[in-house]
T-cell receptor, first 110, second 117 residues
Framework: SQKIEQNSEALNIQEGKTATLTCNYTNYSPAYLQWYRQDPGRGPVFLLLIRENEKEKRKERLKVTFDTTLKQSLFHITASQPADSATYLCALVGDYKLSFGAGTTVTVRA | GAVVSQHPSWVICKSGTSVKIECRSLDFQATTMFWYRQFPKQSLMLMATSNEGSKATYEQGVEKDKFLINHASLTLSTLTVTSAHPEDSSFYIC?????????????FGPGTRLTVL
């Protein structure tokens, strides 16, 4: 069956450190993979999209990698700040639909 | 740009009543809108895909007679939860799709919290 797994439910880190989140998937062949941020009681906000033929994408302090052989994406938040505290979701794109992982909640301590 | 709104942001209703949730794309026309449901600490689950002027396509396990979707215009889709029960209590989120190059980007609404007593 198809599955999207995000490495851990929660990640606590010190301000200034790098947070690394993992998204693994099985029985999917996504053309794209996306990462979203979701704050409590709010809808997801798009952060980054990476295509299957791209290895890495960056946006400000965010970096995403995509390894279609390992069926894995890594999401990095560098120089983390308390304002980065949120739940981060990975989503696979296929057939114009999005399939989401359960998310990893990141808490950045000042 | 690409703002999606939902109304209401939260609703509390009695068991057995029907609740309508609106999803609007404010500054673009969306040929496709999507409805998701999210239970606490779980992922967003796609319920249905709605195309303007045609019947919605429901995901496996989603009852189309219970979750009525109407997509009457390019900027408005509605989800009606009929005869709501406590197990329907959830966070309902819509998204609207906009074609961007080779990709249909989805923009999400802020969500509607439904509580059925």
């Amino acid at each position: 069956s198809q599955k999207i797994e995000q490495n851990s439910e929660a990640l606590n880190i010190q301000e200034g450190k790098t947070a690394t989140l993992t998204c693994n998937y099985t029985n999917y062949s996504p053309a794209y993979l996306q990462w979203y941020r979701q704050d409590p009681g709010r809808g997801p906000v798009f952060l980054l999209l990476i295509r299957e033929n791209e290895k890495e994408k960056r946006k400000e302090r965010l970096k995403v990698t995509f390894d279609t052989t390992l069926k894995q994406s890594l999401f990095h938040i560098t120089a983390s700040q308390p304002a980065d505290s949120a739940t981060y979701l990975c989503a696979l794109v296929g057939d114009y639909k999005l399939s989401f992982g359960a998310g990893t909640t990141v808490t950045v301590r000042a | 740009g690409a703002v999606v709104s939902q109304h209401p942001s939260w609703v509390i209703c009695k068991s057995g009543t029907s609740v309508k949730i609106e999803c609007r794309s404010l500054d673009f026309q969306a040929t496709t809108m999507f409805w998701y449901r999210q239970f606490p600490k779980q992922s967003l689950m796609l319920m249905a895909t709605s195309n303007e002027g045609s019947k919605a396509t429901y995901e496996q396990g989603v009852e189309k007679d219970k979750f009525l979707i109407n997509h009457a215009s390019l900027t408005l889709s509605t989800l009606t939860v009929t005869s709501a029960h406590p197990e329907d209590s959830s966070f309902y989120i819509c998204s609207a799709s906009l074609t961007s190059g080779d990709y249909n980007e989805q923009f999400f609404g802020p969500g509607t919290r439904l509580t059925v007593l």
